[in-house]
């Protein structure tokens, strides 16, 4: 597997009471789970003094994370999990609120195919939510990479080949495939700003659209578009410091007004609000992402790479 790293030294700040290191690496899935994930990747984090960082992760597709030393008190909306070591979401609209110790966390993001094909339940029922995945009915059959993904003495290679074993073993390829391939093909174009024209586009009528988005985007296909431009305005403000948030925003936002009402919903804060906070492993991530991977945010992600 293609395996690419970045490193990020961490600074003193008001948020972050002590000195930090970030390190993420991106291993890309092997062919047969093309379009199935976003990555599987491993962020370590150290921490200095026994302290914690805290930060908001932007809406993303669904995700599985394995922790090996702190485990984090995350929130989305009204879920939390304090000290879990296995932390699953579904695909959001929210932030995820975190606060994090020195730890070693494997990821898994599932991108729409890969929800239908390997978790396989209806994604609105579990849209922005977070659960500890061992005792949720629907994410406790991955509980069995724990023991690896989380065992300090385990070389990589046996890491990324338990993944790929577990993967394949849960693979249930299902009958909407070719349906969310299109679909998630015109979301990532930004090419439509209606659900007629996104429809047209995926060569379904607006009924099927919505039952396939519902069933494995986790939202309406008009909530998924508007996430999609928020999006790309989010990372190109986080990729360009200093920038103004007009100078981030999509080209598709009539006015700064739309613009910062539609930050509220998706960030729970205003854009300044956002701006004023440390982002200690979010603006290092999204940076890492978009410089070894191509894209800055799982949401900007298409089915094939």
């Given at each position: 597997m293609r395996e690419k790293r970045h490193n990020v030294?961490?600074?003193?700040?008001?948020d972050c009471p002590a000195p930090y290191r970030v390190e993420a690496t991106f291993h890309a899935p092997p062919e047969r789970f093309?379009?199935?994930?976003?990555?599987?990747?491993?962020?370590e984090l150290d921490v200095a003094e026994n302290g914690t960082v805290r930060d908001w992760l932007q809406p993303e597709w669904g995700n599985i994370r394995f922790f090996a030393g702190s485990c984090p008190d995350a929130q989305i909306g009204a879920s939390r999990v304090r000290?879990?070591?296995?932390?699953?979401?579904?695909?959001s609209s929210r932030p995820c609120r975190f606060e994090l110790g020195s730890?070693?966390?494997?990821?898994?993001?599932?991108?729409?195919l890969g929800w239908a094909r390997f978790v396989g339940a209806d994604a609105y029922r579990h849209a922005?939510?977070?659960?500890?995945?061992a005792s949720h009915p629907v994410f406790a059959k991955f509980n069995t990479l724990e023991p690896v993904l989380g065992d300090p003495d385990a070389s990589t290679e046996d890491q990324l080949a338990a993944i790929c074993e577990t993967m394949d073993r849960l693979a249930r390829p299902h009958r909407d495939e070719p349906k969310v391939v299109r679909v998630h093909t015109a979301l990532v174009s930004g090419e439509h700003v209606t659900v007629n024209q996104l429809a047209d586009a995926c060569a379904m009528s607006i009924r099927t659209l919505e039952r396939v988005c519902r069933r494995h985007f986790g939202f309406t296909p008009k909530l998924l578009m508007r996430r999609q431009r928020f999006m790309r305005s989010l990372t190109s403000f986080m990729l360009h410091a200093g920038s103004r948030w007009t100078e981030a925003m999509d080209r598709d936002y009539h006015d700064q007004a739309q613009f910062t009402r539609e930050f509220c919903e998706f960030m729970t804060m205003t854009p300044s609000e956002y701006a004023a906070l440390e982002h200690p492993i979010l603006s290092s991530f999204v940076e890492a992402r978009a410089?070894?991977?191509?894209?800055?945010?799982?949401?900007?992600?298409?089915?094939?790479?």
């Open positions: 030294a961490g600074v003193k700040d008001v093309e379009g199935c994930f976003t990555s599987f990747y491993t962020l000290s879990m070591c296995f932390n699953a979401t579904g695909p730890s070693r966390m494997w990821g898994i993001g599932f991108l729409p922005n939510v977070i659960c500890d995945g410089r070894t991977w191509g894209s800055a945010a799982q949401t900007l992600d298409g089915p094939a790479r």
